[in-house]
């Protein structure tokens, strides 16, 4: 067996309820492809997957390092193809489910990926400037990067204008040939049905307790910045905990920017055409094609 899965879409789509069912009915085991889920700590606020909602599925690349420190892709990466080689070692089926589409495509298009360590000194001066700012500083050292790079994500830019001034620019990054044969689902709703799970997924997660964990990840030792550099939940519970904005603000800010960051994930995904897409529900149609690929 060679084979992979590969579930994406955008946030709360239900990703992680078909990867459980899918890996239960073929004898599978789940890595997460998830940004944010790789940090311990951080679970109701960026939905991280509970031991109940696991059904008894083995799931990795969950709670790998401290938040207060950084993974990159890089790191993802390389852990992630260990693990693909020892999920097939037992005959099992890896299914890569997640929404972070950079991570989803190191692993599909195979990248060979520029190593270059984090320069604490230049992120210190760099992580106080406004966003506007750091992509001019960008622009200006790497036009290309510039125009592919998500503009809205700080933390990326800044990582990129590391690799760019170790290395001159970022470099290309080369795909070599694939050794797993992969199969890529994709989930979608309608607009309206997305803005809608989006809103009662958060109101869910603010009653489960995602204010308390903010406060015991600060109290940890998580610093208020480093937590803001976390994004979207994270961010806006620094704000709100820090009294720079009150609840409703907190809420109703964070709902526009995860509709927004939806938005920016399909727009990732739908540069690859080899991803078949799929409403939630129709998991009839999805089972006849994950049977037809691994007879194939």
Partial sequence: MNKILVILGPTATGKSDLAVKVAKKYNGEIISADSRQVYKGLDIGSGKITKREMSGVRHHMLDVISPKKTYSVVDWQKETKKVIKDILERKKLPIICGGTGFYVQSIVQNFTLPEVKVDKKLRKELVNENLDKLLKILKKMDLERFKKIDQKNKVRVIRAIEIAKALGKVPEIKKDKNPYDIFQIGLILSKEDLEQKIKERLQKRIEKGMIKEGEKLHKEGL?????????????????????????????????????????????????????????????????????????N
Avoid at 243 to 258: A, R
């Fill in 223 to 295: 610093a208020w910045k480093r937590m803001r550099e976390l994004g979207l939940e994270y961010k806006y519970l620094a704000n709100f905990l820090m009294g720079k904005i009150d609840k409703n603000k907190m809420i109703s800010d964070l709902v526009k920017e995860i509709i927004q960051y939806s938005k920016r994930q399909m727009t990732w995904f739908k540069r690859d055409k080899n991803i078949k897409w799929f409403k939630p529900t129709d998991f009839k149609t999805i089972n006849k094609e994950i049977k037809s690929f691994l007879n």
